[in-house]
């Protein structure tokens, strides 16, 4: 007998689950930021544990239930968007034995606790056996999920980061990036500026400067805070985003653009629709968008003339005058195109050729088209390839470069580069309607472009499919000529 | 049909609870500690999330089974104290129906939010209504576990803190302490010093003092934090223990004292017995033991002319000479006894004054005797008889100094002045066995006292009832005989 009211049911439920991943996102805060070394253990087991209860209220069968009956209640638009998402949910929640989750779980700690050491002995031999362990759990878990979604297994491990979205169609826009961006990339770097040196600035100073930055850029701190921690991310939840950056004396402007990155990740979360926030249909819609509104703030707002005659005063008031804080000096800076092997020090441009070789080597691997052992092989055929760059032997700064494999983080890749396509188009799409922002960017007064980007995507949450949600903001579906424009614009005419 | 391994399933359940219980310490010292103000609400919804789960795991059906058949399972001694404790646990958790729970969180988070406001305003007439409705559920919850425990209501509270105690026995040790506690605090008033001035010390500086103590009193920072809160406390995990303190210039020994005291808390989680961490029978004995372990450390350890000598040093070296900093002068502060009307700020033979008359007023307040409107009559008439002091009308620093009741915590206040006598008897205990304790402590080599509490208190967990654990570290249940030695060893002199 279906119950009465079966979508009630389901939204109780998902409350439980939001209070739950409330708790979740604290503690992974926690051990990120300030935890000390010995709590490591202890800290694992409590958030598995958690993990483990929301695993048993997601996929509990009454759900299954409830889901089924709930598709003959009467709904709003709202309401039948959240039922779609809550359905996927599910599906994700069944699809896989628990047996697989257990392993992986022991696969993946095992492989990152490896990585920490053997990263930088460069060992990828000794690195070899858990990771082959972590690939075949993955692969086998992707099989459970492609099955309940009829798909490849790829295409089922980039459902959980883009929702709707499949390996070919990544893979038809990424090589139209290559088709040009190898070519672009050639021509800015043959500029070779010669900059004034940034000089140190002081870890203190710097982090009064990352809070006034991030307040000028919105970030609420009645609801979130701004931390350090090794790797920068956006943790917590709407009512209380906690943001992190990291600071060297050396390196003035990794604190600075860290900063504006995970401000546009904490927007985005703060505003999303507060009526829905502990739904679904509440939730950012997909890792993509989310780092369309992280690169929007560092790449399309912040990496301008305008914003770095902003920053330049900002800077000039608390460190003082230097030849290398004048605006154009700033901008310059920010936008040299130097490539590199490391992913997380890219330029601009050269950040989605990182992306597309990682896609390809993590698609070849889950299909099963390449085997683990294969990795730094066509890492280096890629990396020469796109970048022209020679990483043999080199695997501390190729293919171990990054922890995310470790972890069975596999279809993340992509949305990385998606979100800066996004990005463009959301921000040409704001600025056709808006005007050229240089002049609201120059008086701080960012209310517009913050409204604007609040209306079309924030407040939208989970609300259409991100095909959709591109539509009615910006006229077209994921479409990389606004990306292609942007770049060309900014670094094409450097030759 | 009972299951094969009973005993096994309820050490499984348990440690679930463990770690849920982990997360839970995590996001109340968040709370409490850093936590934006706009984070409250979310904070609370998911605390309140992490209780209701925790609450199904021990008051799951199954667990009553467990237990059943456990008792018929081969256990050795600490199998079976735990199961014991199990037991426990299960009766707290079963007696009291979810809607008394329910109802309970709702009228407690009520009461407490107006106290904040109420309070300050010395506002008596406005808190009443909400107290009202927190002693009604209060007393509903108690006559739920009296009937399961088989007890009295203030009975039944007592058992979450002090298992195996009630209220007559309570009430007879505070009756022979009020015997002569109050001719003892007279007397030693009557000294009157003039100390030196203490001054002001810079918050930088108190904070690098209070690290430095915590580590001589064998704080383990790498399995702990020390930060800072508005009223000082221990929470965290053995793995992962956070200590807070507060710290103001003008208050250098409220700095000082609150991390020692908050110190020995953590010594007695972090010392707890390792192989049983996630089960009942490997927590805290009970609140009194616990406070037992911070008083140690603060008063009976530390309060002492030999550790004065070592404060006097560390000062000195952290801000200078200053009469004030001298052993004598320190020692002659921290000894001085000054009734008054606030309990936080007492002198220690004032503080079980304080204590009692709370516990008076509770006690009866949840058997019936009074109604929540007498209380400040009952408060009045008891600061008179106890400390002469008179409190009427000033309910701000009243019957409304404390936030316990607000909370719902009625049975808590006895377990601070146990504590003081469980002190007392362990620590004379402890000197008739390793001698007095000047020439360790002169050397700042506390390792011998802390082997021995660390022996007898600390890893016996809760193996033994509290009466059982005191008569085998000092050959006595519960006796204030050596508290009364022990304040008139340090008051009585004064006259």
Partial sequence: MPPAHAYAELVHRHGRLYRIRHAMAMLAWDRATLMPPGGVGARAAAEAELQLLARELRADPLVGEWLDAAAGEPLGDWEAANLREMRRDWLDARAVPARVVERRVIATASCELGWRRQRPANDWRAYLPAFREVVAICREEAGHLGDALGCSRYDALLQRFEPGINAARVAATFDELVSWLPALIATARSRGDTLPPLGTVAVDVQRQLARTLAARLGFDFDH?????????????????????????????????????????????????????????????????????????????LARTPAFCELLSSLLIDAVGERPAFAADALYARMTRVQPGAIRVHADEPS?????????????????????????????????????????????????????????????????????????????????????????????????????????????????????????????????????????????????
Same sequence: chains 1, 2.
């Fill in 351 to 495: 950040y989605p050729l990182h992306v597309i070789a990682r896609f390809r080597i993590e698609r070849a691997l889950i299909e099963g088209d390449i085997a683990a052992a294969d990795v730094p092989a066509m890492w280096d055929e890629q990396m020469a390839r796109l970048l022209d760059l020679d990483t043999r032997g080199n695997h501390r700064d190729g293919c171990l470069q990054d922890i995310h494999w470790s972890k069975g983080a596999f279809g993340y890749f992509p949305s990385y580069t998606l979100g800066a396509i996004y990005a463009a188009q959301l921000f040409a799409a704001l600025k056709s309607e808006l005007g050229e922002l240089d002049g609201c960017i120059r008086s701080g007064g960012f209310e517009s472009i913050f409204a604007w980007l609040g209306a079309r995507v924030w407040a939208q949450g989970s609300r259409f499919e991100t095909d959709e949600l591109l539509r009615r903001a910006t006229g077209s579906a994921l479409d990389a000529a606004p990306y292609r424009a942007h770049l060309l614009a900014r670094y094409g005419h450097q030759a």
């Fill in 224 to 300: 979130g805070r701004l931390d350090e921690s090794a790797h920068p991310f956006t943790g917590g939840v709407a009512e209380d985003v906690r943001i992190t950056t990291r600071f060297s004396e050396e390196a003035l402007l990794q604190g600075i653009n860290s900063t504006i990155h995970e401000t546009g990740h904490a927007r985005y979360v703060a505003g999303l629709p507060p009526a829905w926030r502990e739904q679904p249909v509440g939730a950012a819609r997909s890792f993509g968008v989310h780092e369309s509104q992280s690169l929007g703030l560092e790449m399309q």
